[in-house]
Each structure stands twice: as structure tokens, then as C-alpha cells.
């Protein structure tokens, strides 16, 4: 485990960081079925959403989480994290400033960071944040307007050049997760298990076999 780098704030353990978007089955059921799994996080990321009801599964979602070793992390809305009490916020390139983030957010929320280049993992080297998704390293369909893809190649020299912690993600199943080279320490997913035929048990495979990974690196 990756400590925080505030004693009172919470850890990011190794293992799934599940992103969900208007999942098939509801983000109720689908973050249940997280918990269930033990992944380490889930995160709410909502486009366009009514205010009210945004906030209303954002505190759903907190309560299901609540006293679980599953984190709640809001994407981009600070207001809704802290309004939820979630236990986290990730941010975009084009969001809130880290550092302005972090003032809102105070010293014992987790903070994420998006990049996308080297050059944007070297440069949040210097933000008080815990932890960076780097990506997408494969194609992906969700977002309108995705960023470039960077390629798994680049995935270790982003663990190495990163201070913080790295979350790979973009494109990525469990059969990628396996050919993942060193050093992430986490995995995001997507459909690989919202949209799963069984998204419980995929969701257990696909942590079980990035953290046999881990113990081998």
C-alpha cells in the first residue's frame, strides 16, 4: 500500500479503480457490486446530469460506501465532493487548478490528477495531489472527444518519472491488464465491467489479476 501523503487522509490501496458513466445497470447496483468485489475506488463521472439528482447519487453512492475498504471519488465537481463528503476528487487538465483544489478541499480529501504526456506527469510532480491517472493507453469510447492515445509502452516511464501514484487506464480488459508492464498501481476500468454479463465476478477477475501482477513485479 501506498500511503497517503497526509496522515489523516485516506489511502488509495493497489488494485481496480472502477470510473463509472451512466452504467447499464444503474450506478447503484453497480457500485454495490464494487464494494462486493473490494475494488479500491470507484468513481462517479457524470456529463450534463441535473444538478439535484447529481448530487443525489453522488450521496447514494456515499452511503454505500461508507465504512467500506472501497473509496467514493467525484470526478471533476469539487462542490458535489464535498456536498457527498466523498472521500476524494479527480480532476481534468482543463478543470479546477490542483492547487486551488487542494485549498478548497482541505488537507484530508484524496486528490487525482489526469495526464495524458510525460510532460504532464512531470509537471504534477510539483501539485499537492496523491495520485495521477495516466492515459488512455488503448482506444476508448467514452468519452465524445477522447484524448490521443499514448500506448501501454509509455506506461513504465510514467511510473517512474511520476512522484505520485499511477492509475493506468483507457481501453483496457482483462487480458491488457495482464500485458501491463511495471509499475501502476492501479488499473481504471469502464465497460470492461460495467458492461459485463456478470459485471460482479468480472469485476473480481479483473482486480484479482492485476494484483497477482503486482506481487510478481
Known sequence: MIMSNYENRPCL???LYLVMTRPRDGYERLCSWAVEAGVAAVQLRTKGHDENKHLA???????????????????????IALEADADGLHLGQDDLPAHEARRRLGPHKLLGLSTH??????????????YIGFGPLYATTSKLRPDPIVGPELLEQACKLSRHSVVAIGGL?????????RG????????AAADADDPLTSMRILQ???LNITKNQ
Open 57 to 79: 447519487v453522488a450521496r447514494r453512492l456515499r452511503a454505500l460506501t461508507a465504512g467500506s475498504e472501497t473509496l467514493f471519488i467525484v470526478n471533476d465537481r469539487i462542490d
Open 173 to 181: 480488459d482483462a487480458e491488457r491488464i495482464r500485458q501491463l508492464g
Open 184 to 191: 501502476a498501481h492501479n488499473v481504471a476500468v469502464i465497460r
Open 208 to 210: 484479482t489479476s492485476f
Open 13 to 15: 490501496r493497489a488494485g
Open 117 to 130: 504526456n510525460l510532460a504532464q506527469v512531470e509537471q504534477a510532480n510539483q501539485c499537492p495531489i496523491d
